[in-house]
């Protein structure tokens, strides 16, 4: 509460004291630094005082946060409570004139709280809505709508600032026996399963996705060949040595994966540069699956030449699995 009339402010305070934590200050530009470090709900404030007018403090406290609710105390000259109402309009809850009694003031008090409670309410079920309208349901990857439209940004920051992209394509090999076998429900549980590794070994900043039934798409910002490749090596072994038991059937699964990288503008679009690793991941998956192929970038889209190899101790230090994924600058 601020106003400049101390013993208004002890009457106020003694009266909501028992139902509320206050804070009171007779210094408008004191009750902002006190409002910026706190996380108040409702601020009460007179209209007219020295250095800020109640309309300037509810302006900051609006900026600061749209959420919390104003409450104006005005004197009862027909201007004041002009201006008063028209302080509605710019995002007030209410204003009382004084002498303000405490039945009303208490009143007013908890309507502007329960219409703060509605708003939150209404801003968390919209946070879950955009979320939901974001996510691949089974997975909780990003969904492939919100996927795209996140890959343009990524494309473009990464196109303006010269600096590489990469992007890994990748499927369950014979999936479609997996749900013949086990039935569709396992088929899903492995997908889950798949999401939760890609959640574990990416970062925060990969654009994580199920671009639709068992094929997921990665996306790795200031990521180049090298870093592209160890990523998806690391995510191949590691589906490799794990066991999905599903109701005590041992079931164990591999992955195909194409990969491919945007560096010195050699792409046009970040769909070229999908379709260059989903053109890998064919490659992959004509050689018997279980496997990465790199798309090599300098040869032409027709026919899909890739750039192959093999994790092998013969392999280039760069193409290998090596433990020098830490050190590639993931």
Same mark, same amino acid.
């Given at each position: 509460?601020?106003?400049?009339?101390?013993?208004?402010?002890?009457?106020?305070?003694?009266?909501?004291?028992?139902?509320?934590?206050?804070?009171?200050?007779?210094?408008?530009?004191?009750?902002?630094?006190?409002?910026?470090?706190?996380?108040?709900?409702?601020?009460?404030?007179?209209?007219?005082?020295? %250095?800020?007018?109640?309309?300037?403090?509810?302006?900051?406290?609006?900026?600061?946060?749209?959420?919390?609710?104003?409450?104006?105390?005005?004197?009862?000259?027909?201007?004041?409570?002009?201006?008063?109402?028209?302080?509605?309009?710019?995002?007030?809850?209410?204003?009382?004139?004084?002498?303000?009694?405490?039945?009303?003031?208490?009143? *007013?008090?908890?309507?502007?709280? %329960?219409?703060?409670?509605?708003?939150?309410?209404?801003?968390?079920?919209?946070?879950?809505? +955009?979320?939901?309208?974001?996510?691949?349901? #089974? *997975?909780?990857?990003?969904?492939?709508?919100?996927?795209?439209?996140?890959?343009?940004?990524?494309?473009?920051?990464?196109?303006?600032?010269?600096?590489?992209?990469?992007?890994?394509?990748?499927?369950?090999?014979?999936?479609?026996?997996?749900?013949?076998? $086990?039935?569709?429900?396992?088929?899903?549980?492995?997908?889950?399963?798949?999401?939760?590794?890609?959640?574990?070994?990416?970062? =925060?900043?990969?654009?994580?996705?199920? $671009?639709?039934?068992?094929?997921? =798409?990665? +996306?790795?910002?200031?990521?180049?060949?090298?870093?592209?490749?160890?990523?998806? %090596?690391?995510?191949?072994?590691? =589906?490799?040595?794990?066991?999905?038991?599903? #109701?005590?059937?041992?079931? &164990?699964?591999?992955?195909?994966?194409?990969?491919?990288?945007?560096?010195?503008?050699?792409?046009?679009?970040?769909?070229?540069?999908?379709? &260059?690793?989903?053109?890998? #991941?064919?490659?992959?998956? &004509?050689?018997?699956?279980?496997?990465?192929?790199?798309?090599?970038?300098?040869?032409?889209?027709?026919?899909?030449?890739?750039?192959?190899?093999?994790?092998?101790?013969?392999?280039?230090?760069?193409?290998? +699995?090596?433990?020098?994924?830490?050190?590639?600058?993931?």
């Amino acid at each position: 509460m601020i106003d400049d009339d101390p013993d208004l402010l002890k009457m106020l305070e003694m009266g909501l004291g028992p139902d509320y934590e206050v804070v009171t200050t007779s210094h408008p530009r004191q009750g902002l630094e006190v409002f910026a470090q706190g996380d108040f709900d409702l601020v009460i404030t007179d209209v007219v005082m020295p %250095e800020l007018s109640g309309f300037e403090v509810m302006r900051k406290v609006k900026e600061a946060s749209e959420l919390t609710e104003v409450i104006l105390l005005t004197g009862k000259e027909p201007h004041r409570i002009k201006m008063a109402v028209n302080a509605l309009q710019d995002g007030a809850h209410d204003y009382l004139m004084k002498p303000v009694r405490l039945r009303d003031l208490k009143a *007013t008090v908890r309507k502007a709280l %329960e219409k703060q409670r509605l708003r939150m309410e209404d801003k968390r079920a919209l946070h879950e809505l +955009i979320r939901m309208a974001h996510t691949d349901y #089974l *997975t909780g990857l990003s969904n492939r709508n919100h996927f795209c439209s996140q890959l343009k940004l990524e494309f473009e920051r990464s196109k303006r600032h010269g600096r590489s992209l990469g992007c890994v394509v990748f499927d369950v090999d014979k999936y479609k026996r997996v749900n013949d076998e $086990y039935g569709h429900g396992c088929g899903d549980w492995v997908l889950q399963r798949l999401a939760a590794v890609i959640k574990r070994n990416c970062r =925060i900043t990969d654009l994580k996705c199920r $671009y639709g039934g068992d094929e997921f =798409i990665l +996306i790795l910002p200031e990521t180049g060949q090298s870093g592209t490749v160890a990523l998806a %090596e690391k995510l191949r072994c590691l =589906i490799e040595d794990q066991v999905f038991d599903f #109701l005590d059937r041992p079931l &164990r699964i591999t992955i195909s994966l194409g990969a491919a990288v945007y560096a010195d503008a050699n792409l046009r679009s970040p769909e070229e540069l999908v379709h &260059r690793a989903d053109t890998a #991941l064919l490659a992959a998956k &004509r050689e018997g699956g279980n496997r990465i192929r790199f798309f090599d970038d300098q040869c032409p889209l027709h026919p899909f030449p890739v750039r192959s190899f093999e994790v092998t101790e013969s392999s280039p230090a760069a193409y290998r +699995i090596p433990n020098e994924f830490d050190t590639l600058g993931r």
